[in-house]
């Protein structure tokens, strides 16, 4: 038999290194922190920690406007510790996946510096830049994710340079060959540290349209986000030119090949394209490109049974050779507790039911830290903002902070939760406190223990891991599907509602009794009484 590759049906647990843990005083958090939390990492059953940027950086956009590629800011601390922090992971079986961002860099990286100072330096042409229309306007109508046009001016070239992000984060011109091969030797860098994987941070943005054809506008209508504020005249526009290239295909064979001389190592990508169930399967189709795909399709405020079962089995219909990833939060997006919360307060019950959806699944998961805790979108106030993205939508739109709040490790600490000695960067969320891990610690019917119950369960569930999945038509909000692999057959039923509801299935089971302690639903003659947020797992004969 072909030996099973880690990352299929692993649990990614994504740490947001400014909020995980501060140990030097300065109000934000490090990757000292993480080392010294990694045995509590290690105590929730993951297989991988993704850690979010944490490279030299003027963090006009907390880490994703990269200055250097191949040093730690100093606010992180150095390569030692991340080498500290490798071996320390590996030493638990742990994998480490690390952020890239390869699509554009820092205002500051000095391959800019020297690009935006003539049209004939050796640096010239690794950036997008091109000239104003004769009214000096800019060249087409593309726009940036973060408002407003997508273009800046810089009078030193007397063009404008492309940011589909921040002004701050000036696209790369991946047309150039030398921009490719020094963003792989980058890449390779962390390999050669023993990194395990990366995830690909808008790795569709990579390629731009050569001909700079303006995108055409989307109706009122069909004007949604995806981990965009949908009163941003983003949304405005379909997004046909400034992203999703064919050219980017040949970069991600170009990722693949590098990554195959390093055995076991593995690249997700993050999309978020017009289709981006469509971008997922071809980007990890053929076996030579992306191991995973990785959207914000289960990011939205949509929780509908009907909303999941269509948009995991459109994948499923179009990703045949691919591999999903699944998230219900991030460090994009209104946590998912309080974003699919029934009511103003969070129900843990709930919280325990969608860790257990989320991880049945056919693919692998990504986890943000916190959301074992339940934790929800925290409340920030106006002139504690730091997300320049929330500060310029607010009030319609509150940013990114609300998510980014410190983790609460200790309810005693009535100030700072055990996060830091000082004030942090972001203020820890009132009803974080009383939620801290110590807390759900001595609790063991927390969500905390329930999530770590539920991974050490699933561990050695290869058919939740591997296997297939074939969803049951059900009435909302009851959301059921088989998982299948080789002879084993489970049924996985979740009610995503607050009230008792029942399923009727015509197989026969091996237990009338729910495979997992902390969810109470059980099955007589043939229906499956679901209390509210509930879950039901059973092996079939």
Known sequence: MAQKQWYKGAVIYQVYPRSFQDTNGDGIGDIKGIIDRIDYIKSLGVDAIWVSPFFKSPMKDFGYDISDYRDIDPLFGNLDDFDELIAQAHQRDIKIIIDQVLSHTSDQHQWFLDSREDKTNDKSDWYVWADAKPDGTQPNNWLSIFGGPAWQWEPRRGQYYLHNFFAEQPDLNFHNPEVRKAVLDNVEFWLKKGVDGFRLDAINFCYHDAQLRDNPAKPPEKRQGRGFSEDNPYAFQYHYYNNTQPENLNF???????????????????????????????????????????????????????YIRTTVSTLEQRMTEGWPCWAFSNHDVERVASRWS??????????????????????????YQGEELGLGEAEVAFEDLQDPYGITFWPNFKGRDGCRTPMPWDAADAEQAGFSTVKPWLPVGDAHKSVAVNTQDQDKDSILNAYREFMAWRKDKNVLLEGDIEFIETQEP???????????????????????????????VSSKHNEISHHTAELNNNTVTLPGFGCFYATLN
Do not use: W
């Not at 001389?261 to 076996?287: F, N, Q, R």
């Not at 029934?342 to 986890?367: D, F």
């Open 478 to 508: 009851v959301l059921a599907f088989y998982r299948t692999l080789n002879d084993t057959k489970m049924l996985c039923a979740f009610n995503l509602g607050a009230q008792t509801n029942e399923l009727t299935i015509s197989d026969s």
């Open 252 to 306: 991600m064979q170009d990722i693949r090949a590098l990554l195959n001389k390093y055995p076991g190592t593995v690249a997700l990508g993050e999309i978020s394209s017009e289709d981006s169930l469509a971008t997922m399967a071809e980007y990890t189709s053929g076996g030579d490109k992306l191991h995973m795909g990785y959207s914000f399709e289960l990011l939205t405020n949509d929780y509908s049974a009907e």
């Open 342 to 367: 029934q009511g103003e307060k969070i129900e843990p019950q709930q919280c325990k039911m969608l860790t257990a959806l989320l991880a049945s699944l056919r693919g692998s998961v990504c986890m």
